[in-house]
């Protein structure tokens, strides 16, 4: 009996440690569906979307995107600017940086050599007036310059930066109407852009990172928000040919991405049939060719940006509905054990 007692009392215990850590990890359960830590931090000075962010020297650079301005008297939505502002996650506090030249949404970003680079954009309102700008700023004299402009205006550009030059993959010209599969290199050196092999596919508002020395390119749309892909492409510069990897388990686009522990994480996205955003956080693994699910975002989110200090992903901004509505400032933290 008394046997029986503390093999009852140890699966009372196993129990409520498994529960714990349960909680812990957002409810993982044997296919770690939930795993990761999500925290709150101070969060931006506006509410914000479409906007972009880099890490440099550890912290963290919010650029650009679209807010609700108030303009003769009536609220303007989707409002775009050039708000530069600086997170210091060791002191969890945020200070105001020189405003980017031109103000834009949908601007791609890229660090090379300790610089931030933003690169074409839309200069209007939501998907209107595609720029070819492209500026570089300079966190350590917080300053911006204006580079070799791209050889077209387009926006949604996925880009990265690979071999101390500017990869641009895709983009969209003007509202919902073109996609590109361009593909386009830029040398800082030489301050020139010149023509890579294009993607197998045309799309924009997709994500990127660099596994293996290859540019992988994933998710994005053709159209409209319902227009979703899941295709994942690989461009391999040794060889400069594109193949094919495991595509994303949800086709989604206008997400956030980072590339954290070895993995390519893409998070939230538009749009659902209900017209709400998508809350999943999923990591593609480049050893083993895989997607897995980690712990979903605390509320859904699209047009929002990340980056990655040490052991955390950070992720800013975006919208809660499709389109720009539902706007937050949230600055959350993403841990994994």
Request: hydrophobic fraction near 35%; include cysteine.
């Amino acid at each position: 009996m008394h046997v029986s007692k503390t093999v009852s009392l140890m699966s009372v215990s196993l129990a409520a440690l498994a529960c714990a850590l349960a909680l812990t990890t957002g409810g993982a359960g044997a296919d770690d569906a939930a795993l990761g830590i999500w925290t709150k931090k101070a969060p931006m000075r506006h509410v914000r979307n479409e906007l972009q962010a880099a890490a440099v020297n550890g912290k963290i650079y919010t650029v650009g995107g679209g807010r609700t301005e108030m303009k003769d008297g009536q609220p303007v939505d989707n409002a775009t600017h050039g708000d530069t502002d600086e997170y210091d996650p060791a002191t969890d506090t945020w200070r105001i940086r020189a405003s980017m030249p031109e103000g834009g949404s949908h601007n791609s970003i890229a660090v090379l050599d300790g610089k931030i680079y933003i690169v074409g954009g839309f200069a209007g309102r939501q998907h209107t007036l595609p720029t070819p700008s492209v500026h570089v700023y300079d966190p350590g004299t917080d300053s911006w310059k204006k580079l070799a402009s791209l050889s077209s205006p387009r926006a949604a550009i996925a880009l990265t930066a690979l071999d101390g030059k500017l990869h641009a993959f895709g983009g969209r010209l003007m509202g919902e109407e073109v996609s590109l599969p361009t593909h386009e290199i830029y040398d800082p050196k030489t301050d020139k852009w010149t023509l890579g092999t294009p993607m197998p596919s045309a799309r924009d508002h997709m994500g990127v990172g660099i596994a293996d020395g290859k540019v992988h390119v994933f998710g994005g749309r053709t159209g409209g928000s319902d227009s979703n892909v899941a295709l994942h492409e690989v461009w391999d510069p040794k060889t400069d040919k594109w193949s094919k990897a495991a595509p994303m388990p949800i086709a989604r686009s206008s997400s956030a991405f980072a590339t954290y522990k070895g993995l390519l994480v893409f998070l939230g996205g538009e749009c659902r049939p209900d017209r709400t955003s998508f809350d999943e956080n999923e990591a593609y693994d480049p050893k083993t060719n895989t997607w897995r699910k980690l712990a979903p975002l605390p509320s859904a989110r699209h047009g929002f940006a990340a980056d990655v200090i040490g052991n955390t992903l950070y992720v800013l901004g975006g919208s809660t509905l499709c389109g720009s509505g539902g706007k937050v400032n949230d600055n959350l933290a993403f841990t994994l054990p």
